[in-house]
């Protein structure tokens, strides 16, 4: 797939809905030119049940497989960060949780 336009950290804290519509996305500042995967895969990190829904809304055809890998890479980086950051023993984060259930 060619790069497009992605904003780079996806998550939920970044979306603004009201009702069944987005009014707003915020921080920015990792948007970069990537594969549109990412985004999917950022914004449905640790919320797996609401894959299926995204993936219809995203109205083509979607490699999950390709999501499954991006979930694993982004849990990766954040266990690394996060533990060279003070954040707590690996075991406690979440990130290992899903790289776990993904075994």
Not at 13 to 28: N, Q, S, Y
Not at 66 to 78: F, K, Q, V, Y
Request: hydrophobic share 45%; glycine share 10%; net charge negative.
């Amino acid at each position: 797939m060619a790069p497009v336009f992605i904003h780079g950290d996806l998550q939920v804290d970044h979306v603004f809905v009201a009702g069944d519509e987005v009014t707003g996305v915020v921080d920015w500042s990792e948007a970069s030119q990537g594969d549109a995967l990412f985004d999917l895969a950022t914004l449905t990190l640790g919320h797996k049940e609401h894959l299926g829904d995204v993936v219809a809304g995203y109205g083509t055809d979607v490699d999950r497989d390709l999501i499954h890998a991006w979930w694993s890479l982004r849990c990766l980086t954040n266990v690394r960060w996060l533990a060279e950051h003070g954040y707590g023993s690996p075991d406690e984060f979440p990130e290992v949780a899903v790289l776990r259930s993904r075994l």
